[in-house]
Structures are given as C-alpha cells and as structure tokens.
C-alpha cells in the first residue's frame, strides 16, 4: 500500500460519517509554534505491544467522533507457497465466513446496521481487515474481529462456493480485461511465474482451483498469529481507553510462534527481457518497461527515498519529462512512472505510455530511450528535484484532513518491518534527498537493473 494510494483511497470514505459532528483538533495538534513545521510527526501516533505479541498503534484525532479499526498481517500473496498462488487473497474470503461467537455474514451485517462500512485487502505483503464506525461503535467491531482472529470457522461446506466467487472475481478483473492479462503476464516476464514478485495476487487460475481447506487452515496457523498481527485504529478514541478496549478483547487471543517471511531474492536478470503480446480487443499501444530496484527493505535501501522523487519527476504527468517528450509531442496519450519504495523485498520501477493513433511503436520506444538516456547521463535539473519534493509531500495535508490515510499508511509499513518513524516523518526524508542521490540512484536503475520491456498491440491474440 503506497502512500500515494492510501491517501486515494481515504478519499473514498463514506461523507456521512465525515460530516456527522462539527470539527475539532485533537489535543495532541497543539504542538508548540517553536517546533519546526517539518519534524513534527504526521500523525503523533503511538504503539505498545500485548503479551501475546499483538502490536497496537493508535493516531487519535477528534475532529468527527468516528474511528476507523484496522487489523494488519504481515502475509500477502508473496507469502503464498510454491504453486499454492492465490492462498492468501482466498483465506481473505473465508475470514468472513465466521467465527465461533459470530454467525457467518453477520460481522458485515451488524457493521452495517450501525451505519458504517467494514471490507478486507489483500497486497503482497500484507492482508488487512477493517471496519469505519462511529465512535461508541468501536468496542462491537473489536470484539467481532478479535473472535474472527482467535477462531475463524472456515466452514468445509463453503469452500467452493467461494472458490466459485475468487475464480469470477479473476475473470472479471483479469481475464476478461486485455491489459490486466498483459500486466500480469509482464509481471511474469520479469521476475517469473513462480517467484513471489511475478505472481498475481488473486493466482493462477489453476492453482486456485488446486486450493484446499487445509491450505487454508495451514496458512491461517502458520501466518495469522498475534506477533504476527498490527492493530491500527485511528480516530476519536483515546490512549487510555483503547488499551482497556485492547486488553480485553485481543490480550486473549492466543499467542503463537510466527513464521518469519523467506521471500526468495529476484533472479539476476529478467525471465523474458521482451515481452509482446496482441489483442483484437485493443485499440491502441501500450508500452510498459519495468527495472528491478530496491525499497526500503531490500537492496540499497537509502535510494528509495530517492527513487520515489525520480519517478515522480519522470512521469508525474504535465511538467514531468515524459508527459513533454510523449503527450506534448503528440507521440502519445498517456505516459507515466510509477515506483514504491514501502515494499517487502524487491520493488519495481515502472514507465508506461499508450501511443497516439497512428503513431508506430518503435517511435514512441526510442522516445522513451531518448529520454531515459539523457536523465542517465546528465542527471536531472535541481528545479525539478525540488518540484518533485514540494509536490509529493503536499500529500501530506491530504492525509491529515481525514482518519483514512493513517491506517493504511501506518499498518502497511509496520506490517513489512519499517519503524513508525518511517511513516511520521516521510515528508521530511523526501525533501531531504539531494539532487545527486537522485542522480545516483537514476543511473543504478535506469542505467543497468535488469528489466523487462512489453509492448500490447492491437491485431490478432498472440
């Protein structure tokens, strides 16, 4: 989960709880005015641990009295076994089918009845089950998920029909999509089919077909232990008050040794460096590149920071070197960078374009070449560090104006092994960064990390 993505998605909370009392700031915003504006911490956040090994963070804000329960475990798809893809997506659906003191389809129910939304996640490295209540509310959504965590059912008998509904899920999102197809296949492309990095999330197809109850329970065992779990609530609730909440609901919760991640490191060089593929159902080109780089947990970790500002001023849209050399030449319609630096092991640095009708795709390639060789070789200009800087932490006031952001922010970092000081002060780390840290980390990257080019194409499927 991206900084960038989370604060998004906080976007999508319901309006209603947003609005449902007048705002007011939370003492712990009253810092000082001597304290420099860049050091304080986002969001103030606090953590302690429970006997059983649970990790509980709490960033209270009083500005509405709604809070939003976040239940984090460290096991995404990249800890699905060897040809068992689609493990942990899938015990993400049988989490709701419920739990010794709750009916299943009744958490979702009972959340609803008090006006508020509950759903689950899963990435590659984490999953993660939620619940956005009004305040009073949060004892109720902490009791069911503590059961749900203690004891899910996985009742034998609904195993296929949700076997039934994840294999629609991958039809709708992937099979039955052109460029989802290429994407996952490119992903292969790059780092295998096999390795945790080139599988998709929801799996193979095959392969989840292959998928048993006791896969199920066995992952469950192996990776939903309390050391293995961050409870992260945000919201109008207070430190005293969610530490009683939290001994009393979680604190039971057995505690159970947890299996460290063993996540294989990428291969030494990409699985297929060229990867064409051609669709009827598409109109237009689209061009992916992806390197293998390093994140915060993996490789160089101290050019992530920079990586993070190089993407953004590669292909953050107007301003951004792609967007002049591809949109406003009229080479392309979209073109773009993406990069994540917040991952479990090896991250990947992406380059996208779709190329304007008429426009051949060896042009728009040695486009991009033309570009990327030239940041390679000159570096990038100090105005553009400092745009890139200025622009990616205004994000920051974003995910302060509501309580969505800081879970998703402080739950997926944690979740991979980050320290909370990683998400309080990222503003600070981004601008930071030097204009030769980016250049170094341009050139590691861009310069000489294997990396996988693809090309979708109109014409027929191939």
Avoid: C
């Amino acid at each position: 989960m991206t900084r960038r993505t989370a604060i998004a998605a906080a976007g999508l909370l319901p309006t209603a709880l947003a609005t449902s009392a007048p705002a007011q700031p939370a003492a712990s915003s009253l810092l000082p005015s001597s304290a420099p504006p860049r050091d304080r911490p986002l969001f103030g956040a606090t953590s302690w641990s429970l006997p059983n090994g649970l990790r509980v963070v709490l960033a209270e804000s009083r500005r509405v009295p709604v809070v939003s329960h976040f239940l984090f475990y460290a096991a995404g798809a990249g800890e699905d076994p060897a040809g068992r893809s689609g493990l942990a997506h899938f015990l993400e659906h049988m989490m709701f089918k419920g739990s010794p003191h709750v009916a299943p389809g009744a958490f979702s129910l009972a959340v609803a009845r008090e006006g508020g939304q509950d759903n689950a996640f899963t990435s590659r490295d984490v999953t993660a089950y939620h619940q956005t209540v009004e305040a009073s509310r949060l004892p109720l959504v902490m009791r069911m998920e503590a059961d749900r965590f203690a004891g899910p059912l996985l009742p034998a008998g609904t195993v296929e029909p949700e076997r039934a509904v994840v294999l629609e899920e991958r039809r709708q999102r992937t099979d039955s999509n052109p460029r989802a197809r290429f994407y996952e296949a490119f992903e292969a492309a790059l780092f295998g089919p096999q390795h945790w990095r080139g599988r998709p999330i929801i799996g193979w197809e095959e392969e989840i077909r292959a998928l048993t109850r006791d896969d199920l329970h066995s992952f469950y065992e192996r990776r939903y232990a309390p050391a293995n779990a961050t409870l992260v609530v945000t919201g109008d609730v207070r430190e005293a008050e969610l530490r009683r909440l939290a001994e009393e609901f979680y604190a039971p919760v057995p505690a159970r040794a947890a299996v460290a991640r063993d996540r294989a490191p990428p291969p030494a060089q990409a699985v297929e460096p060229r990867l064409i593929r051609r669709d009827p159902a598409v109109r237009e080109a689209t061009f992916l590149r992806a390197y293998m780089a390093p994140s915060l947990t993996w490789g160089d970790a101290d050019q992530a920071w920079a990586l993070e500002l190089l993407a953004h001023l590669l292909g953050s849209g107007p301003g951004s070197r792609l967007y002049k050399a591809l949109v406003e030449t009229g080479l392309a319609t979209s073109a773009g960078a993406s990069y994540d630096s917040e991952a479990m092991g090896v991250a990947a640095f992406t380059i996208s374009a779709t190329t304007r009708p008429g426009i051949a795709p060896e042009a728009l390639e040695a486009a991009v070449d033309a570009v990327l060789a030239k940041l390679v070789q000159e570096g990038p200009a100090e105005a553009e560090r400092a745009r890139s800087a200025r622009q990616l932490t205004a994000g920051a006031l974003l995910a302060l104006d509501g309580i969505g952001a800081a879970p998703r922010m402080l739950g997926g970092a944690l979740a991979i092994g980050l320290p909370l000081e990683t998400v309080e002060y990222w503003p600070a780390r981004l601008r930071a960064v030097t204009l030769d840290q980016v250049t170094v980390a341009s050139r590691a990257v861009l310069g000489g990390a294997p990396s996988t080019t693809g090309w979708l194409l109109p014409g027929t499927a191939s």
